[in-house]
């Protein structure tokens, strides 16, 4: 077993999680779409008093926002996935790790006490294993995706809200 949780999860699951990140920043691209389409939707379709222009624009944001939600439902159950197969193979590595105890050991300790050291206390590791490098990763992304919109938008602004 590995010494360090996080080379423990990327040598088990570098294939999932590079697949995972590359669903969130997808995530992350289509959620920022909402935002222009608002700016939009009030700029052009609603001050020009442009009914098909307004149509257009509101079914594209709902298009978006159904997609970016789609995206999230997608993350998490992804992330879900990653953690209960990684924490059914800890648990098949503990497994063979206790049957490489001695004999005398499983006449002193009861089977009860086992069960419940692979099942109940690696239970918070598999919560961890799938969002370990998945979520600050999302957040990271988000925080500046939504910083670099603002400073599209207006530099001064974007200033005043880091700050």
Request: charged share 15%; glycine share 6%; net charge positive.
């Amino acid at each position: 077993m590995e010494s360090n949780l996080y080379r423990y999860i990327i040598r088990r699951s570098l294939r999932q999680q590079l697949i995972l990140t590359a669903i969130i920043f997808i995530s992350i691209a289509v959620s920022l779409v909402p935002l222009q389409l608002q700016k939009w939707i009030v700029n052009d379709a609603i001050e020009m008093k442009n009914l098909g222009a307004l149509l257009f624009y509101c079914a594209a944001f709902l298009v978006a926002v159904l997609a970016a939600g789609a995206l999230k439902y997608v993350i998490t159950n992804y992330v879900g996935m990653i953690s209960e197969t990684m924490l059914r193979n800890l648990r098949t590595e503990l497994y063979h790790r206790i049957l490489r105890f001695p004999l005398p050991h499983f006449r002193n300790t009861s089977s009860g006490q086992l069960i419940a050291m692979m099942v109940g206390e690696v239970e918070e590791l598999g919560i961890f294993f799938g969002e370990a490098l998945s979520t600050p990763l999302q957040h990271g992304l988000t925080l500046i995706a939504l910083i670099g919109y603002m400073v599209y938008l207006n530099p001064w602004m974007a200033l005043a809200g880091v700050a």
